[in-house]
């Protein structure tokens, strides 16, 4: 992908995050509930410090799971798709994706939603915003919500958002520099993972 392209997708899904930001705000503020950080029950210091260590123990076990499950078609076919649509992402780039997409989307299904709605509720519009395009990719969807629940039930136990965003984060960046594999690098048309007629 051209990086003239390739920077307009991610502009466009930082665009998409900011507005989940406004919508989880303006949703806390429309409850009586403005500080999303903290679900209503609070949290302590302790709660919170225990989420982040969880949060980061449990991103890196996502992230080690899906590099073991990486040969399954499924898991190829999803690499190939994200890898067409954002091409060759840097760290930088997927740094900054990975921190748009964890902050805005638990403010709001977390963070806004969740104590109206509830884990479940919550965890079943999150999995139905990752909709793919073709229903051969409906393994992102199952993900997203199976994710949801975890992130949902983290939130809960500990209740503060550290989890969440913490796991969405690293499972965004470590997942978005393993999709770049796929892509073809900007100085060689062939991708690492392309198939060479013999």
């Given at each position: 992908m051209p990086t003239n392209q390739r920077r307009r997708s991610l502009l466009l899904a930082g665009v998409f995050y900011g507005l989940l930001i406004v919508?989880?705000?303006?949703w806390g503020l429309v409850v009586g509930h403005p500080n999303l950080l903290v679900l209503p029950g609070?949290?302590?210091l302790s709660q919170l410090g225990?989420?982040?260590?969880?949060?980061?123990?449990?991103?890196l076990g996502v992230v080690a799971a899906s590099r073991l499950l990486e040969r399954q078609g499924w898991a190829q076919e999803l690499n190939r798709f994200f890898?067409?649509?954002l091409g060759h992402v840097t760290w930088s780039e997927a740094a900054t994706l990975a921190c748009a997409s964890a902050i805005g989307e638990e403010l709001l299904f977390r963070g806004?939603?969740?104590p109206s709605l509830g884990i479940w509720w919550t965890s079943g519009i999150f999995a139905l915003l990752h909709l793919p395009p073709r229903a051969r990719l409906l393994s992102w969807t199952a993900?997203?919500?199976?994710?949801?629940?975890?992130?949902?039930?983290?939130a809960e136990l500990t209740?503060?958002?550290a989890f969440p965003i913490l796991?969405?984060?690293l499972i965004n960046l470590l997942n978005l520099r393993n999709v770049a594999r796929y892509a073809p690098d900007p100085g060689n048309r062939r991708s690492d993972h392309e198939v060479h007629d013999p």
């Open positions: 919508a989880a705000l303006a609070g949290t302590t225990l989420g982040a260590v969880a949060g980061i123990a449990f991103g890898a067409s649509v806004a939603l969740q993900l997203a919500g199976l994710m949801g629940l975890a992130f949902g039930y983290g209740g503060n958002l796991a969405h984060f």
